[in-house]
């Protein structure tokens, strides 16, 4: 079975500084990667995803994740957080061909020091 | 309307009651989920239905009853909960379950409070 782990709880950065934040995953064949956001009192909302191909994946918002099979990480980064970035993101497994496999992480909270 | 929508978004009530969470989505989706959000912990995958059949049951307690009349509507009905119920309660779509080309997508929420 699938995993995956978001080490940050919390993170604090400026506005404008760049952000990345880390999910490591655990699973046996190629997983299939997303990241979600939450803005507070929202649902969760698809920034990317990643199937195959191009391990360097570009998002809705100006993020991006870059898939790294040695190291079983599929990393968030944004080179220029704005105020309305803050919200909870979360990293997701899926295993292949069924979408009612998909394991979310515990989240990581961004909040935004003006 | 468009997307996935919950009513209602804030619901408190006491052990004995008994109350409905509503999902409808407007996407022509054919796979509907509900998914508890408790704090601190991940989102856990409750019931999933594939074309009005429940596909998916993941050991969810007896208290907690899904009903889907049809692929545009989910039901979750509550009665005799406990107070660790208390959670943000999301429900989504899919295209379909079988192939995980889409994504999901999500409502804004039903925040239960349980006394």
């Known amino acids: 079975a699938q995993s995956v782990t978001q080490p940050d709880i919390h993170i604090t950065v400026s506005e404008g500084a760049s952000l990345e934040l880390r999910c490591n995953y655990s699973?046996?064949?190629?997983?299939?990667l997303f990241w979600y956001v939450q803005s507070p009192g929202q649902g969760l909302q698809l920034l990317l995803k990643y199937f195959s191909g191009d391990t360097l994946v570009q998002g809705i918002k100006g993020f991006e994740a870059e898939f790294k099979r040695s190291q079983s990480s599929f990393n968030l980064r944004k080179p220029s957080v704005h105020w309305s970035d803050a919200a909870e993101y979360f990293c997701a497994v899926g295993a292949e061909s069924s979408a009612s496999k998909i394991i979310f992480g515990s989240g990581t909270r961004l909040s935004i020091r003006p | 309307e468009t997307g996935v929508t919950q009513t209602p978004r804030h619901l408190v009530m006491g052990m004995t009651n008994k109350k409905s969470l509503k999902c409808e989505q407007h996407l022509g989706h054919n796979a509907m989920y509900w998914y508890k959000q408790s704090a601190k912990k991940p989102l856990e995958l409750m019931f999933v239905?594939?074309?009005?059949?429940?596909?998916e049951n993941n050991s969810v307690p007896s208290r907690f009853s899904p009903e889907c009349p049809n692929s545009s509507h989910l039901f979750l009905h509550l009665h005799t909960l406990q107070p660790e119920d208390s959670a943000l309660y999301l429900c989504?779509?899919?295209?379909?379950?079988?192939?995980?080309?889409?994504?999901?997508?999500f409502g804004e929420g039903s925040r239960l409070t349980v006394l």
């Open positions: 239905y594939s074309l009005e059949e429940r596909v």
């Open positions: 699973y046996g064949a190629t997983p299939y």
């Open positions: 989504a779509s899919s295209l379909d379950t079988g192939t995980l080309t889409g994504e999901l997508f």
